[in-house]
């Protein structure tokens, strides 16, 4: 068995704004184990990316992180000081961004660019990382004579992200946070990345969490998966057992409202909307839409509990009080 | 398919975009829309399906001459829409409708949803505003609102609800036709079933025909009666949801179907999926347009454009070697 590598406790995050406060992430648990693929899936403003910037730290202004521990090879990031944040930033964690463009300079070519990080890294000049930049191109199928004198702009979405998982691997981080990849990107294009990530990641037994809203990707990529619904981790179980056996009603309904190729039964889709943060509902966050709503839901919240081995639920209707 | 089987009937439609960067771009065209043939029966749902850049908007806006066609016929009940002046076209815009991808930017911000909605009327019709106001009543409660809805302004809507809005504001001119441009691609997967659903009931309950454009498959085999998929301008093939799904004949339409990741972890992925990315438009590879990326690619493709042919009755493919 493996041990754990990342593990976050009670996490609760706020960002303040003139609406009021944002309760963007409350009481989050989760473990990523050594070589484990985790996936984080969740719809708009579930708190995927605040989740993956807070293992970052990167919550700025208005943000803070209020609570919890994020205990990542034995340190408690949160009580990390920023110099020391830094060795492990693009070192020990990297991070994949689903705008690549967004985190390439505009005016310097991707040659450049990738031997500035290398160099960062190695505590060298850029001079002389010129094969490593060579070798990190190569390893994300680009050739290295024509790409590396482009510019960001020349790149097409798909070169772009291959740059920036070659950048993101070239440190040969613990743990990689990817934040959805390829959601910009064309459905053939998606496919090529997530076979490369595939291959690359599995070369180089990096632990990945995998944050993305397609349960396809996740279902192709992850060997386990928490869902995420308002802020809050509602499910987390191997990826055949959460599939096969979902146990929350959010995630039994977001099953059943996907479409799939090659299944024609009706859809159903989960009445409602996504609760507004600022004025998240009371007891458990989903208990305004969920078909199975009891009592107890609009006054108490669930707490996060192993119902069968590895397989974690937040909800009532598991509850001891409930037999 | 027989004349009045037909309610539109789209002919070797084109349209290029001059291309307007840099100095040396005069006399170069982005070749958006590129001899595309099409004929959509009454009450059906004919989808296009194609990556970004493929061409979907630009011909779904084409055959509404929202944007002029380069060259090509838009054949409406039998008639051609092409050769009309702004004043006859009025009465054609009133059958013929669109609803865009974007619930946020589509929906004017600071007008209250009745005036959104109502707007098509007080354009096309001369009746009272106390008329309006019943018809915009009736026809939110169609798409599952209520009448308090009316006196709200769009940004108190969730993406769903505007999406709502926006097929009530289409409906109340009693449209015929409606070109649907990624209606539920901005949509959170638990909402965009509602919405999926909601556009099918529609249908069926006022009798329309949709052109229904997406990139997305899976909403494709849901929806669709007619699948026609787009690459670099053209449709490379065109059949029934069947012909499209269990025996897709163009390498493309069968590239695009392995790319999908199935929401299942227990069927693995293929690892066939095409290489390369898709070319620029402006200098659309020579012969086949997906010869530099199609694992099946021989000599011929690289030179000769291939014909579209019928491979089995109304399954079209436009390639030299379809598979089977
Ligand atoms: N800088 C900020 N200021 C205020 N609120 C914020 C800020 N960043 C995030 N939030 C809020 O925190 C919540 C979680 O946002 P987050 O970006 O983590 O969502 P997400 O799951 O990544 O969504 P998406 O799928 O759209 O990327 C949202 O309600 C969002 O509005
Ligand atoms: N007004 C315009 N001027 C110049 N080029 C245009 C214009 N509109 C579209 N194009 C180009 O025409 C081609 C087709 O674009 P279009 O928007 O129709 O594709 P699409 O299939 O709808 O893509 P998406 O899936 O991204 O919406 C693209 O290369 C695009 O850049
Ligand atoms: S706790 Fe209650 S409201 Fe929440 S998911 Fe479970 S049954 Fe539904
Ligand atoms: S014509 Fe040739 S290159 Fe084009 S799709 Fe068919 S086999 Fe491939
Ligand atoms: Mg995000
Ligand atoms: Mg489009």
Redesign the interface.
Known sequence: MNGALLTVKNLKVVFHTYRGTVHALDHVNFTVLKNERFGIIG??GCGKSVTSLAIMRLIEQPGEIVEGEIIFDGKDLVKTQENALNTIRGREISMIFQEPLSSLNPVMKVGFQIGESIARIKNTSIKACKNDIAEVLRAVDLDPDRVANLYPHEL?G??AQRIMIAMALSSKPKLLIADEPTSAL???????I??LLDDLVSKMNNTVILIT?????A??FCDKIMIMYAGTAVEQAK??EL?ANPLHPYTK????????????D??????G??PDLVNPPSGCRFHPRCPNAMKICSSQKPALMEINPGHLVACHLYGDENG | MKMDEILIEIQNLKKYFPLKRGIFSKGLYVHAVDDVSIQIPPRRIFSIVGESGSGKTTFGRTILRLIEPTSGKIIYKGRNIMNLNQKEMMTFRKKMQIVFQDPYNSLHPRRLVKDIIGEGLSIHEKISSGQILERVKEILKKVGLNEDHMFRYPHEFSGGQRQRIAMARALILNPEFIVLDEPTSALDVSVQATIVDLLIELKNTFSLTYLFITHNLAVVDYISDFVAVMYLGQIVEMGSKDDIFNSPSHPYTYALLSAIPDPDPKKKRSRTIPRGEIPSAVNPPEGCRFHPRCPYAKEICKRSEPEIVEVSKGHLVKCHFPLR
């Open positions: 719809e708009t097409s798909g070169m064309d459905v053939t294009i998606q496919a090529q997530m076979n809203h397609d349960l396809g990707v279902a192709q990826t055949e599939f309904g977001l099953l059943k409202a996907i479409p799939r190729v090659g299944n024609r009706r859809l159903t889709g989960i009445p909307s996504v």
